[in-house]
């Protein structure tokens, strides 16, 4: 199953498996700081690294989310999957999958931690966080859904859950899709030239946010968007990435259905556009040389 648009960069390849795309920061951080294992003494352990849409999640995704959470208040429950034979001790289960549903106070909005399912990828990424939300606490389905790979920032998605969590109605829209391209332009990322009603990319052309054609498996709670005719334009949602070495692969990828209220992800947008360094002790691999870091401490 493919589904063909443009984007920032050229033409977007959607596939059950993932996507496939062909094609400033504060003056105080320093480019040519050491990052990894802190083998000499004086060497710190942890760096401000900027362009945080580089930055990678720290290893650390599933912590920094789960503490904006809790402190939001949000309640934790683990489902554990397993193997359990007849008459056998409970230290000796053998856990074969865990997830952990996060969901709010008022039962709205939900997230969950699916990364130990791999249910579907994102530009051969799995998913690790999904994130919904409702207007009826009496129905069991989600009126929109959103998803994020590892290496998504987790400042980025931990902005975009306070947003959620701020709304008194989470599944109602507000506002149009300018807002999300208006919170990206105004921290100089640039609108793509063909498309600037629908896409923007950062200044190194590395990170890209783009309303088109949501990919296969992408779940909406608008029935339109499920029974589209091949006809037919199928519905917009906003999809963002970063492709930091053209063509050797994605860092990140995050995809919101057609129903996530355009505000929403304009928080997400601008966080991840922020010029704010974020604190690392580790550092993608692929964007190692194109961080800006400075010594925390």
């Known amino acids: 199953m493919t589904a063909r648009g443009s984007s920032p960069s050229g033409t977007l390849d959607v596939r059950a498996s993932g996507i496939k795309i062909t094609k400033l920061l504060e003056g105080y951080l320093h480019p040519d700081f050491p990052i990894g294992p802190p083998s000499p003494t004086n060497v710190p352990s942890a760096y401000w690294v900027g362009p945080r849409h580089l930055a990678g999640d720290d290893g650390r995704l599933y912590d920094a989310v789960a503490d904006t959470l809790a402190g939001l208040g949000w309640t934790s429950l683990t489902i554990v999957r397993g193997r359990q034979q007849p008459d056998e001790a409970l230290e000796d289960r053998q856990v074969l999958r865990s997830t952990v549903l996060h969901i709010s106070p008022d039962s709205l909005r939900w997230a969950q931690w699916v990364l130990p399912d791999e249910p ?96 296969p498996l992408i779940q909406d709670g608008e029935p339109l968007a499920l029974v589209a005719e091949a006809d037919e334009a199928a519905m917009a949602g906003w999809q963002a990435w970063a492709e930091p070495v053209l063509g050797a692969g994605y860092l990140w990828a995050a995809s919101f259905g057609p129903s996530v209220p355009h505000d929403l992800v304009a928080a997400f947008a601008d966080s991840l556009s922020s010029s704010a360094p974020v604190l690392r002790r580790v550092v993608p691999e692929s964007t190692h040389d194109r961080l800006l870091r400075a010594p925390a401490g």
């Open 120 to 215: 579907f990828h994102l530009g051969n990424l799995p998913i690790a966080w999904q994130v919904s939300a409702r207007s009826d606490p009496s129905s069991p389905l989600a009126q929109w859904l959103a998803y994020f790979t590892p290496d998504v920032p987790g400042e980025v998605l931990g902005t975009f859950l306070d947003a959620l969590d701020a709304r008194d109605q989470p599944a109602m829209p507000l506002g149009g899709p300018e807002v999300v391209l208006d919170a990206v332009t105004a921290h100089g990322w640039l609108r793509d030239v063909d498309q600037p009603g629908t896409g923007a990319v950062d200044p190194t052309f590395a990170s890209h946010v783009r309303l088109g054609e949501v990919p």
